[in-house]
């Protein structure tokens, strides 16, 4: 049992991507349980020692990543004091394609308000939406989703983990108040 410890820990050591189950259960010939149990160990003993370093399920997969408590130090490593951040409107159109998926450019300007293209573009070059298909409708337009490292960056093991829209969305009671509170004087 502890060779197969050292052997998860081996791969996911050198492993750029989260390592799906499937395959450690391949390189190390037991099955998906077994590696689901190895894994769990792993992370425990992790945390229960205190490690810089925590095991977690993201993307469908094992990855090892740093614990959130030295984030800062990681940081200031790997950053060279200058983070690479999403404007607003960039985590706009993210959070459109991560809900509406698959959703075309024609679809994300109708939600948005605005023409979404250059934002897009640049999500599509950070790797963070991908083409995933075309409508079948007219003109074919090309539709995106998410990519794995959209949810490796949001540490979720799936779409299925996003907080629900309805979390966000104050009562219809609430949406009447401010409509009728930001209307012109009328007769009240």
């Known amino acids: ?7 998860v820990e081996a791969v996911l050591t050198v492993a750029t991507e989260p390592v799906p ?3 450690l259960a391949e390189l190390l010939e037991v099955s998906v349980e077994a590696v689901e ?6 992370a425990a003993g992790y945390e229960e020692e205190g490690r810089g370093f925590r095991l977690v399920r993201v993307a469908g997969g094992y990855r090892l990543q740093s614990a959130e408590e030295y984030a800062g130090y990681v ?23 991560a809900y509406k998926q ?10 948005r308000g605005v023409n979404a293209d250059g934002v897009l573009r640049l999500l ?4 963070y939406v991908e083409e995933v ?3 079948p409708g007219p003109g074919q337009p090309v ?3 998410t990519t794995r490292l959209f949810l490796e960056k949001l540490g979720l093991d799936s779409l299925e983990e996003l907080p629900r829209l309805v979390e966000f969305v104050p009562p219809a009671s609430t949406v009447e108040m401010l409509e009728s509170a930001l209307r012109p004087d009328q007769e009240r």
């Open 1 to 7: 049992m502890s060779e197969d410890l050292g052997a």
């Open 21 to 23: 189950p499937g395959l």
């Open 37 to 42: 149990e190895l894994c769990s160990s792993l």
């Open 75 to 97: 940081e200031r490593f790997v950053l060279d004091g200058t983070p690479q951040k999403l404007s607003g409107a960039a985590l706009e159109t993210l959070a459109v394609v």
């Open 102 to 111: 698959p959703v075309s450019r024609a679809q994300i300007a109708a939600i």
């Open 124 to 127: 599509v070059s950070r790797g």
């Open 133 to 135: 298909g075309r409508d």
């Open 143 to 145: 539709l995106f989703g």
